[in-house]
């Protein structure tokens, strides 16, 4: 296959993506005035549900510009050879392999969070400030980013430091050994991303004695289930949205709840709550897709591995030589397809495994409380009562809340 072409049929994903994304959001945005679920009638009053629409508008209109703004981006990168200027400034500033595919990868990177980073900054201060939901400080905005930055830098810049270290020393089984170290690598991330990580951005302290914590231990003796370490995290540092999730694999698994649904709900509520979560330790959904991300590293992994090679590829962006990283990005977007496909697919596990997870905790006897538990939630974060079937099809890890409540209620 001749470049050009290979060029044409990047140039048509990126274009195919973005329409494909922008039919998905109007299609959204045309069920938002469908009329509410009778279910679903004690959800929002009058004024909140007014409130909540205009949220859900807002955020549709910025997410068009936003998203206009970011293909303007690449197709610019694509008509323009932007990639391989980058790669000949980065080229300019090491002969070292390693040290100029870092520095290709560094400076893509940051410009596009410069570039990208006055809409962060008008979503967060703007629009979630309007709503109320907002809590974060301009202090801990740039700190936050400042962490980010410099993980990403450490992290992200060891492991594609080791990767392309391993595809020079061996080309034609790279892919093993970058499986083996990425596998590693989240294994690791899964049992400590809560001593951490999670520290450089939160507090996060046991839970204190008293009656949520007791009922949160009978509930645990009930369903047989050691809950030795539950964790309250200061969620109301950055925004009003509240949430509890489940962390960590073996001895270090641990339940943390945010404060600010501490504030919001009733203990039994929180109870339910946890027992959904406990359900989904139960039925192994940690592991599941754990196992099931592996597989698909190490099958991409395997693709790339037979085209990182590829001068086609690389000419393709405008680079004459065959270059890994410029066939990395070529790859990403010739893969983009297939990923968003696997995504549909594991959405669709992901939405079985939540109902799983429902259907645990009403065996327990809290499916009303549950209902309400899931009602105050989307009430509270302001979620969308009549999402499209489509979009929830394609790109719903949780089943919408009115099937969920149906499912509660049987
Ligand atoms: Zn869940």
Redesign the pocket.
């Given at each position: 296959m001749s470049s050009e072409i290979l060029f044409l049929i990047i140039f048509s994903i990126v274009v195919i993506g973005f329409f494909f994304e922008q039919i998905m959001d109007f299609l959204n945005a045309s069920w938002f005035n469908k009329p509410i679920p009778e279910e679903l009638k004690d959800v929002y009053d009058f004024d909140k549900y007014k409130k909540q629409q205009e949220y859900k508008t807002e955020n549709y209109r910025f997410g068009i510009i936003s998203s206009v703004f970011g293909f303007i981006m690449i197709v610019c990168m694509l008509l323009f050879d932007g990639f391989a200027f980058v790669d000949s400034l980065a080229g300019d500033l090491t002969e070292n392999y390693i040290l100029k595919t870092l520095m290709f990868f560094a400076i893509i990177f940051l410009a596009m969070d410069v570039l990208t980073m006055p809409f962060s900054i008008y979503h967060t201060f703007v629009i979630e400030k309007k709503y109320g939901f907002n809590k974060t400080t301009v202090k801990t905005y740039i700190f936050d980013k400042i962490k980010s930055l410099l993980l990403m830098a450490i992290l992200g810049g060891g492991l594609l430091s080791l990767i392309i270290w391993f595809y020079e020393l061996n080309p034609e089984y790279f892919w093993l050994f970058a499986w083996g170290l990425v596998v590693a690598f989240s294994l690791f991330m899964n049992m400590f991303y809560s001593v951490l990580i999670v520290p450089m951005f939160n507090k996060q302290t046991p839970l204190e004695d008293g009656e949520l914590k007791d009922a949160i231990m009978k509930f645990g003796e009930q369903a047989g289930f050691n809950i030795s370490k539950i964790f309250v995290i200061d969620g109301s540092k950055r925004s009003t949205k509240a949430n509890a999730y489940f962390s960590g694999m073996g001895p270090k698994k641990r339940i943390v709840l945010y404060d600010t649904l501490i504030d919001e709900m009733s203990v039994d509520e929180i109870v339910a709550v946890l027992a959904?979560?406990i359900?989904?330790y139960k039925h192994k959904?940690i592991y599941k897709s754990m196992f099931a991300s592996i597989i698909e590293t190490g099958v991409t992994l395997f693709i790339f591995g037979l085209f990182a090679g590829s001068a086609t590829l690389s000419q393709a962006l405008g680079v004459e030589t065959a270059s890994f990283h410029i066939a990395l990005i070529a790859f990403g977007i010739i893969y983009s397809p297939l990923s968003s496909l696997i995504g549909i697919v594991s959405a669709i596990f992901s939405r079985r495994?939540?109902y799983q997870?429902?259907d645990f905790a009403a065996k327990y006897g809290l499916a009303n409380e549950l209902i309400s538990a899931l009602k105050k939630l989307t009430s509270h974060n302001m979620g969308n009562l009549t999402p499209h079937p489509w979009v929830v099809f394609t790109s719903y890890s949780?089943p919408p809340v009115l099937q969920r409540v149906r499912n509660l209620m049987k």
């Open positions: 959904h979560e359900g989904h959904h495994a939540e997870a429902d949780h």
